[in-house]
């Protein structure tokens, strides 16, 4: 066999070595991007399993306040009112006072003009000089016939007729002289006075109007009087902080037109008892009114400080509590990072923080607004929530200038 010539074996050689070099190219880049693929597939599922674990905020309880206080509505109103209504008919004749004006116990207001009460009277006293006339006239007639009885001239029953017609007569003018003093009141009663020192709050009459005797709805009230100091106001505490509440203890009364700045008031008495339909307690509150710039019928709000701690247990904000049909329960991130789903009893409600008494520890890291999915034993990555700033205030009003 002839040998190849050396230049062709060297490009053989080089062709070999061409080939080869491609194929571990192609093996390196086969390689890569294997080894890419993989690690983009364990880096998604990394992430997959990571975003599968839910994220929650959390909290931890604080010890509920010893002391606390509530806030209820309420309407001033006068420590005494009343509405004057006529107690005869008839025609107004005149008013004295009106809206805005004090007045005084026994002060005549208005006066009433009755003279169908006045015709009734003067029919009263002639009936009554009637049947004095005939008093007399049974009296005499019976001491005749009592002295004929002696003589035997007439008989005992004649007698016994004659007493009779003269204790008719007596009892005759004793019923004249009831209805008399009947119809005097009735003609008294013209005179509207009024019942207590106070100042007139509504005037439903005018002069010539048709006055109707009584109350109710079918008769038209012709003042309405309220005494203005003290003012008293009438809460209804409900039955869980009724024992709370002492007479005699402070009370801070808030008007929103003398810019929330506390009133003080006292407790002057409390019904001492709950009141089966309301389930409440009904307190009352008096307030000094020595100036008169509070005005009876105005809105108010009463904070009552309540005495005593309850059952002393922790507060946590209502956000943490799910609601179910065996009662409110709270989710707990465990140290291993899963979901424990606790059961608590419920305290006092503090407007923006509620009472638990049992079923967590201080030490617990609650979950905020926990889903109605969140299930027991439920791996979840916790954050402990910021602690709330206490709120900056406002900037201040621009000062007028005083210039138009």
């Known amino acids: 066999m002839t040998a190849l010539p050396s230049s062709s074996h060297r490009a053989v050689r080089r062709t070999v070595h061409i080939g080869l070099a491609v194929l571990l190219l192609l093996a390196g880049g086969a390689s890569v991007r294997t080894y890419l693929h993989l690690a983009q597939a364990r880096q998604l599922s990394d992430e997959t399993q990571a975003q599968a674990v839910r994220s929650v905020l959390t909290t931890r309880a604080r010890p509920a306040p010893a002391q606390r206080s509530i806030t209820l509505p309420a309407t001033l109103r006068g420590s005494t009112e009343a509405a004057v209504y006529a107690r005869t008919s008839g025609y107004l004749q005149r008013w004295l006072r009106d809206i805005g004006e004090p007045v005084r116990k026994g002060e005549l207001l208005a006066v009433i003009d009755t003279p169908e009460v006045d015709q009734d009277l003067a029919q009263a006293l002639a009936s009554r000089e009637q049947i004095k006339a005939r008093l007399a006239l049974t009296a005499s007639s019976l001491g005749r016939w009592e002295g004929l009885r002696e003589r035997d001239a007439v008989s005992q029953q004649e007698l016994d007729e004659r007493r009779a017609a ?13 209805q008399i003093r009947r119809l005097q009141q009735l003609q008294g009663f013209s005179r509207i006075t009024a019942p207590f020192d106070g100042v007139v709050v509504r005037r439903e009459i005018d002069t010539g109007a048709l006055v109707s005797a009584g ?9 309405y009087i309220a005494r203005t100091d003290p003012l008293k106001l009438t809460v209804a505490v409900p039955q869980n902080y009724a024992g709370g509440v002492r007479v005699g203890q402070q009370v801070d009364v808030r008007l929103v037109e003398q810019g929330g700045k506390p009133i003080q008031g006292t407790v002057a008495r409390t019904a001492g008892a709950i009141d089966a339909a309301t389930r409440s307690m009904q307190v009352e509150v008096v307030l000094p009114n020595r100036d008169g710039r509070l005005l009876p019928g105005a809105y108010a709000e009463v904070s009552v400080p309540l ?10 904000p209502p956000q943490v509590l799910q609601f179910r049909q065996d009662g409110p329960r709270v989710a707990v991130v465990t140290e291993s990072g899963t979901i424990d789903l606790r059961t608590v009893k419920l305290g006092r409600d503090f407007g923006r923080s509620i009472e638990v008494v049992s079923g967590i520890s201080p030490q617990d890291a609650v979950v905020l607004n926990p889903p109605d999915a969140l299930e027991q034993g439920e791996a979840v990555r916790a954050k402990e929530a910021p602690a709330e700033s ?7 009003p621009a000062k007028p200038t005083g210039k138009a």
């Open 390 to 396: 206490p709120a900056k205030p406002g900037p201040a």
């Open 307 to 316: 005495k005593g701690g309850g059952a002393g247990g922790l507060s946590l």
């Open 166 to 178: 003269h204790q008719q007569a007596t009892a005759d003018l004793a019923a004249a002289d009831a």
């Open 215 to 223: 109350s109710g709805t079918a008769t038209r009230e012709l003042f």
